[in-house]
């Protein structure tokens, strides 16, 4: 039942009892109208005799006028109190039905309440499932966000190591395809003021070399000495173009005041030729490969043809 229900018939309730009050005003002024009304006729119709009782013969006739009167207000009297009674029956009857609309005024009422504390429960209820449910929705997202958070790691890693593939492929890709030169033997050619060392300058690499540079140095070294100092980077050399993929050339390396008369016999000595290639890639990048080479006094027809010194030599190293 809605709050409109329930004001409608609060006022039907009303209207009745309202009704009930006028009806039982209405009969209590009749009955009191019908008393005066009796009254007044009582006193018209049997007047009460004036002055004293002269014989006994008046005295009754006044006793009994004054019977009648009382027999007629008697009989007024139980009208009023017929009116009276049936006042009161009416008046219990109104006090009935008030109490039978208060009681039910006050089920309604209890039902009301009941059924407010019903709605009430039921949104406790309801909010407390709606807070469950925004928890576990808060959760999920939660779990969303870091399994979000992970893929996006994830991907970034991904990314990062697919960048670091692609780099090592780069760099892979150079490697086999880039220039990689090398002194591949040395012959020495005597003259009357010093001596020129022809060194066999090989590309190893798939691609050209844009150029190549010869330093080097010739002079004696002792046998059992020290290993000789490495060639300064600062030494000028002689620059030539570059070297095919897969191709070879000589190129020359001249050494002055190298007299072969200082070579010994007794093979104490040696004739020491090293250096370095520098050289450049066609991804502009310069590389140098370290030689040494080495002739002691021996005769025949590979007098002249130098050998490889032993040792460490750095070939092929970015600079």
């Given amino acids: 039942m809605t709050g409109r229900d329930e004001r409608n018939k609060l006022t039907s309730r009303r ?7 006028a009806v039982a005003i209405a009969a209590s002024g009749t009955a009191l109208w019908r008393g005066a009304i009796f009254r007044d006729i009582r006193e018209r119709a049997y007047p009460l005799p004036s002055g004293q009782c002269r014989k006994t013969g008046d005295c009754d006739e006044r006793a009994l006028h004054v019977q009648n009167r009382e027999a007629q207000t008697a009989d007024a009297a139980f ?24 009681r039910q005024a006050w089920k309604e009422a209890e039902k009301s309440a009941s059924a407010a504390h019903s709605a009430l429960a039921h949104m406790r209820e309801e909010s407390l499932a709606q807070d469950e449910r925004f928890a576990a929705q808060a959760k999920i997202a939660a779990r969303n966000a870091a399994a979000a958070e992970e893929s996006a790691r994830g991907s970034v890693d991904s990314a990062q190591a697919a960048q670091k593939t692609a780099h090592i492929m780069e760099q892979t890709a150079r490697r086999q395809l880039q220039a990689y030169l090398h002194a591949d033997s040395a012959l020495i050619n005597w003259f009357d003021q010093g001596a020129e060392a022809v060194i066999k300058v090989v590309n190893c690499g798939v691609t050209p070399a844009t150029f190549f540079e ?25 620059v030539w173009a570059g070297l095919g993929g897969g191709g070879e050339t000589t190129a020359p390396l001249r050494g002055k005041e190298v007299d072969p008369d200082r070579l010994d016999p007794a093979q104490s000595n040696y004739l020491s030729v090293r250096g370095f ?21 021996r005769l025949g027809k590979d007098a002249n043809k130098l050998q490889r010194a032993a040792g460490r030599l750095r070939v092929y190293r970015q600079v």
């Fill in 214 to 238: 010869i330093v080097g140095v010739m002079d004696f070294q002792m046998i059992g000495a020290a290993a000789p100092a490495p060639v300064s980077d600062d030494r000028p050399g002689v």
């Fill in 15 to 21: 209207l009745i009892l309202s009704l009930i009050a």
């Fill in 79 to 102: 009208d009023v109190a017929l009116f009276q009674l049936a006042l009161s029956l009416l008046g219990l009857g109104g006090l009935g039905f008030t109490v039978y609309y208060a």
């Fill in 277 to 297: 290639i520098r050289y450049g890639t066609i991804f502009h990048e310069t590389f140098e490969s370290e030689f040494s080479f080495m002739l002691r006094h």
